[in-house]
């Protein structure tokens, strides 16, 4: 697998990323669904991943600046036909490291409490995310965990 930094521009990955929102909208509430659009992940202060494997697009990820020593994580998602199979841990591996050489000392993350999220919250457990406050714009909510790691 091939991890690369991605600027955006391509069909394949914006419908990874319209079929990303599509399901999280399905499965939360929309005043519980903080997943960027295309747009959003364009902008500033976002660094972007995709992971491809033998060319086939797998798997994506992001960090989001939030100040010179804290930025959040955005955007993971793996193919569902690739789902358990290590894309998210290797991609996990990557944006822990990249963010530490960007001179973060913290990344947080957002996701949801429901079922459909319990993989995602495992994953981000075993790579030593713990729950916190609500961080950045974020305000209390039932259908979100909040999670950080020091790095």
């Known amino acids: 697998m091939k991890i690369e930094t991605d600027d955006l521009s391509g069909a394949e990955i914006a419908a990874f990323l319209e079929a990303h929102v599509r399901q999280l909208r399905a499965v939360s509430p929309p005043e519980s669904t903080h997943a960027l659009d295309?747009?959003?992940?364009r902008r500033p202060g976002i660094t972007?991943?995709?992971?491809?494997?033998?060319?086939?697009?797998?798997?994506?990820?992001?960090?989001?600046r939030l100040d010179a020593d804290h930025a959040e994580l955005k955007s993971m998602r793996t193919?569902?036909?690739?789902?358990r199979s290590g894309v998210a841990t290797l991609l996990l591996e990557h944006i822990l490291t990249e963010a530490k050489g960007m001179g973060y000392t913290r990344l947080s993350?957002?996701?949801?409490?429901?079922?459909?999220?319990?993989?995602a919250r495992r994953l981000y457990e075993k790579f030593g995310f713990t729950r916190c406050e609500p961080f950045a714009d974020y305000r209390p909510d039932p259908n979100s965990a909040f999670l950080t790691r020091r790095l």
């Open 48 to 64: 972007f991943w995709s992971v491809r494997d033998d060319g086939v697009l797998v798997g994506c990820g992001a960090i989001k």
């Open 38 to 41: 295309l747009d959003a992940l």
């Open 79 to 83: 193919s569902p036909v690739r789902k």
């Open 109 to 119: 993350l957002e996701t949801g409490t429901a079922e459909f999220f319990l993989p």
